[in-house]
């Protein structure tokens, strides 16, 4: 091949990749702009609201506000084609994971608008991300990924109980001190009792029916009559996930109804 092909051979990919990376960061930048504009939107709005509901009680109202605008966003770049629709449901699992999180450090920083604007400010920033990874690695089994996401989901609430148990059952107070610091400040028992019916009771919720719904099968059987049937088929993560975060839920449950009794 003579160096002048070579030189055209070259130049046309250099062209290609530099056109998709374009069509990426175009896209990219799209679905920032939607979903941190439809997760700031209605959490104000739902703050606002909550404010003639509730008055100084506007952590519910803005996690609220604040989950819907996400799933719509994300929702939003779905039908815009942004997130491929094998991807949807672990990229929306990502992004709730990470606006829990940043709610939680917002909660008790609520005298910090620097760490308030910038954490959900990245909230679109983590979907995009979560997207690429998706779509770099789209062998990754979805057992897999419910699993995994599902033990982050869990692990709060499983802290908590552990930590409660280790302290006020056997006298070990080292992982009960993270909470204590929490409860400790400026409005940190309200606050506390505000944010964590959404991470324990949320994550929980979602990490059990994800891997529950992720060991039951489709099956298509095909004779002299063609039919469907449901078949539950254990795997070994999933199933770790379920068992946890059942418990957790029933300890947590179980302690709530003997405090109010």
Do not use: W
Request: charged share 10%; with cysteine.
């Amino acid at each position: 091949m003579p160096p002048s092909a070579i030189l055209d051979l070259l130049a046309a990919k250099l062209t290609t990749r530099y056109m998709q990376n374009s069509n990426y960061l175009k896209r990219d930048l799209k679905t920032l702009v939607i979903v941190n504009f439809t997760t700031a939107i209605l959490m104000i709005l739902f703050s606002v609201v909550g404010h003639f509901l509730t008055p100084y009680k506007l952590i519910p109202s803005s996690v609220i506000g604040g989950t819907t605008g996400l799933l719509s966003g994300v929702y939003f770049c779905f039908r815009l084609n942004y997130i491929d629709k094998r991807n949807f449901s672990a990229v929306l699992l990502c992004s709730l994971i990470y606006f829990g999180a940043i709610s939680f450090v917002c909660v008790f920083n609520l005298n910090n608008p620097f760490v308030i604007i910038v954490g959900f400010s990245l909230t679109g920033l983590v979907t995009i991300i979560s997207n690429r990874f998706f779509e770099n690695n789209p062998n990754i089994s979805t057992n897999k990924i419910y699993g995994t996401l599902g033990l982050i989901l869990a692990f709060p609430a499983l802290y908590f109980v552990v930590a409660s148990i280790s302290k006020f059952q056997f006298g070990y107070g080292f992982l009960f001190s993270f909470v204590d610091n929490l409860l400790n400040r400026t409005n940190g028992q309200e606050n506390f009792n505000a944010i964590t019916p959404f991470i324990f009771g949320g994550g929980l919720m979602l990490a059990f029916a994800l891997n529950v719904f992720s060991q039951i099968e489709n099956i298509r059987t095909t004779n002299n009559f063609s039919y469907k049937s449901l078949r539950l088929r254990l795997k070994a993560l999933n199933l770790i996930v379920v068992i946890i975060s059942g418990s957790v839920g029933l300890a947590i449950l179980s302690y709530l109804a003997v405090e109010n009794l």
